[in-house]
């Protein structure tokens, strides 16, 4: 008969061999969770992308609209005291707008590449962790709660909240793009790695991530012997020993300033930098502030240097310097305080030449689209002919 004071020492001995080869664990929260976060991070580069193409779309709209404005004025008031500011003004934003179309094919491409490469990542993300909620009952589960311990309870009703959903119509509602506490110059900080067991939650819960010992005559895979490693989603899951899901450390994509050989994760960090470093384009205000803006580019000297020798036959414009320092003080006024009383002369300017009546005038600032105003300009060019 066992000694009264020996059942307990064997019974707690019983215990640890039984927690020691419990099995059958869940996956706690913290794979899922950051898994999740990223994927919801990722799926706003879409929105962000339109964003920076509506912008280069806008800049050639308002560049074309304000050189036809600038062709219009000058064509309509020839004795204007504004004359030549307006023509080299009209100049220099067909000349943005030369730019910003030549450029337009790279923004498109980085635009486009980031969208396939973020959205791919975000479905490796997403997908598994579904598949894994989905496996589950009554009293079975395979994910642990972000709740406690993060290692107890059943976690799938908390997954879409955390980004773990089908994508949804208005992903392209975000301009902004990825949260910058989501992503650095070196990664994407909010998933470090998780080896070992840091991903072994509650046991006696799930058998997806419990191995068996012949997959060919037994229930489930193999799991821990020479390239068994299980993998999900390109890697975002993999188990590589039994009941000890991991994640890949993406809290570190670089050395120094290379990424060395590329992976899905590597390309998604790439693409996502390349596409947020995409600027607003020249040209993106309107009114006078676009004036300015065009006043203001370094290329208006040479500009202004070539209207010079236009009008000076014999002369080139790199003989031009002093005399183009002159006129764009006399064209601008200083620090460009000329533009201002410019552009309220642009606007309120009547011109002729509508579709229906060639004698109907309206203001500048009426025309309201490309197509009006190079009607306009082509009428005033036409009466010019007919007139010399």
Not at 72 to 91: F, G, M, Q
Not at 268 to 291: C, F, M, N, W, Y
Not at 297 to 310: D, G, K, T, V, Y
Request: aromatic share 4%.
């Amino acid at each position: 008969m066992c000694n009264k004071h020996v059942i307990p020492q064997i019974l707690a001995a019983l215990l640890i061999v039984e927690s020691v080869h419990a099995t059958h664990h869940a996956m706690k929260a913290n794979v899922w969770e950051a898994q999740c976060g990223l994927a919801s991070q990722l799926r706003k580069t879409p929105g962000q992308a339109k964003a920076k193409l509506g912008n280069l779309i806008q800049s050639l709209k308002n560049l074309n609209m304000m050189k036809l404005k600038l062709q219009v004025y000058a064509a309509a008031n020839p004795n204007t005291e504004h004359k030549d500011a307006a023509a080299v003004l009209a100049a220099q934003a067909e000349k943005l707008r030369a730019a910003t179309l030549s450029a337009a094919d790279s923004t498109i491409d980085t635009a486009l590449r980031a969208t396939a490469i973020t959205a791919d990542l975000a479905a490796g993300l997403v997908t598994p962790i579904m598949t894994i909620a989905s496996a589950a009952g009554r009293s079975n589960y395979c994910l642990n709660s972000k709740a406690g311990n993060k290692a107890t309870g059943d976690g799938r009703g908390q997954i879409a909240e955390a980004g773990c959903k089908e994508l949804e119509l208005d992903t392209l509602v975000t301009a902004d793009g990825i949260a910058s506490e989501a992503i650095n110059a070196n990664s994407f900080p909010g998933h470090p790695a998780v080896t070992g067991t840091q991903g072994q939650g509650e046991a006696s819960r799930c058998g997806m991530f419990t191995t068996t010992s012949d997959p060919t005559s037994s229930k489930g895979i193999k799991i821990g012997a020479a390239r068994e490693t299980f993998k999900m989603g390109y890697g975002t899951i993999t188990v590589a020993a039994d009941d000890q899901p991991n994640a890949p450390d993406l809290a570190k994509l670089k050395t120094g300033d290379s990424y060395g050989n590329l992976d899905i994760f590597k390309r998604a960090h790439k693409v996502v930098l390349e596409l947020r470093q995409i600027a607003t384009p020249k040209g993106s205000e309107k009114g006078k502030d676009l004036l300015k803006e065009l006043a203001e580019q370094p290329s208006i000297m040479n500009l202004i240097q070539e209207h010079l020798a236009a009008a000076n036959p014999g002369k080139k414009a790199s003989q031009l310097i002093s005399e183009a320092t002159t006129a764009k003080t006399n064209y601008f006024g200083d620090n460009n305080n000329k533009l201002e009383a410019m552009w309220s002369d642009i606007e309120g300017t009547q011109v002729k030449g509508s579709k229906d009546d060639t004698n109907e005038q309206q203001q500048i600032k009426a025309l309201g689209d490309a197509d009006t105003l190079e009607r306009f300009w082509l009428t005033i060019l036409q009466l010019m002919n007919e007139l010399f």
